[in-house]
């Protein structure tokens, strides 16, 4: 007599013991989908005037790519969306204990998430595929994923030493804030699980929400350039141009390799400039300083060159050297005694003579010394030598400080 009681009581210690079943979790849906007719439409809040709370978290897996010139980055990251739907509660002791419920996402009723700033077409989060999950006081976690692609505005004052604030801005369409109020879930931001780039490091993420004119929450992603690479590709190679245009003025004018070695140098600085503008947005409000540098250069170039060939065309002439400049060319060289010069002969013999420069002292001051050259004492090439010497000097003198003042400027931020 006792024996289907005993039974029915042993059945429902094992179930218990294993946990809800699929007819709890039938039932459960039936529940909630059929008998409380769920509308998936409306806003799932019995008091329409109170907006719904959205909180929303970003989490960043992967940055795939941070181009400059197009200004747009593409990074791999999941919303956390949370909210409370009033009209999907149980009580988990009905259902043997069913805490929570898993739902595609296209049964219920979800915030139209959307990127503002998308490169591509501004479309809702979320796939069919994707699933809702629901506790039994009604909140609900949805994780859409997907690989967005934001426009940025880059600031390359500080190339390749700049940090970046990149923004995705989250929107839902077709509420206003007094139907829908947008929150940072938890921290806001994740990025453990950040996958490293190559090229780029991921300081903070950080958030804002706004109300007007749309729900809308801003992360913000700051990011670092490694500048190893541009260090070693572009910089050491400009740094080792600019030393062979300091050498220009090595080459002897008779050589005949001057000029052509001055615009080969040149024509290397341009090709440079063209290269890093390629990498860099077309931007008027900031400036690279390297870019700047290079056209510093550029411009220091096409001076050199331009002198090349007037020291060579002074070189050949054969007339006297005017009273004023043997006098200029050696104070100029800060040369106390002598001068070694070279003598071309007027046809194919050369032989190299040391001339005397003459020094006299003031009497009134013994520290003013006046330089004394007869036109006959200095010829052209000699001229030029000691011009040659000067221009090296005050090139090189030139380029180390630009470079000095270039590395202080890109490092001082």
């Not at 907006?51 to 747009?72: M, S």
């Not at 923004?167 to 994740?190: P, Q």
Request: contains cysteine.
């Amino acid at each position: 007599m006792y024996l289907p009681i005993n039974i029915a009581i042993v059945f429902a210690c094992v179930q218990s013991s294993f946990g809800y079943s699929l007819q709890n979790v039938s039932s459960l849906r039936r529940l909630l989908f059929e008998t409380n007719r769920y509308d998936k439409i409306s806003r799932p809040m019995q008091n329409q005037s109170v907006p719904t709370d959205v909180y929303i978290a970003l989490n960043v897996y992967v940055i795939y790519d941070v181009l400059e010139a197009a200004q747009t980055l593409k990074v791999s990251a999941s919303l956390d969306v949370s909210w409370l739907d009033e009209m999907l509660t149980w009580r988990p002791v009905d259902f043997d204990g069913i805490q929570t419920c898993v739902y595609p996402q296209d049964n219920v009723w979800k915030p139209a998430v959307a990127l503002k700033n998308t490169v591509n077409d501004v479309k809702t989060l979320g796939d069919p595929t994707l699933n809702v999950i629901v506790h039994p006081n009604g909140t609900m976690l949805w994780k859409p994923y997907q690989v967005f692609e934001t426009r940025c505005t880059f600031d390359i004052t500080y190339y390749p030493f700049d940090k970046q604030s990149c923004e995705m801005i989250f929107v839902t369409w077709g509420y206003t804030s007094s139907g829908i109020r947008l929150w940072g879930l938890g921290e806001g931001a994740y990025w453990d699980d950040l996958t490293p780039n190559q090229a780029w490091t991921l300081k903070h993420v950080g958030y804002a929400t706004f109300e007007e004119p749309m729900p809308m929450i801003k992360f913000y992603l700051m990011l670092e350039r490694k500048p190893r690479y541009i260090l070693m590709n572009l910089i050491l190679p400009l740094m080792i141009l600019i030393s062979l245009n300091t050498c220009v003025f090595l080459l002897p004018c008779n050589s005949g390799e001057r000029t052509s070695f001055s615009v080969t140098v040149f024509l290397a600085f341009t090709v440079f400039g063209t290269i890093v503008h390629g990498t860099l947005p077309v931007n008027s409000e900031n400036v690279s300083y390297l870019s700047i540098f290079i056209l510093a250069h550029v411009l220091e170039s096409a001076l050199i060159t331009i002198c090349s060939i007037l020291l060579i065309r002074a070189d050949r002439r054969t007339d006297e050297v005017p009273d004023w400049l043997p006098c200029l060319t050696s104070r100029l060289c800060r040369r106390a005694k002598r001068i070694s010069v070279e003598e071309n002969d007027d046809e194919t013999e050369h032989e190299t003579v040391k001339k005397q420069i003459h020094c006299i002292h003031d009497k009134n001051d013994k520290n003013h010394v006046v330089g004394r050259l007869s036109p006959t004492e200095m010829d052209w090439p000699s001229v030029i030598q000691c011009l040659d010497w000067c221009l090296f000097c005050l090139v090189a003198f030139v380029n180390v400080l630009l470079t000095l003042v270039f590395f202080l400027i890109i490092r001082m931020k």
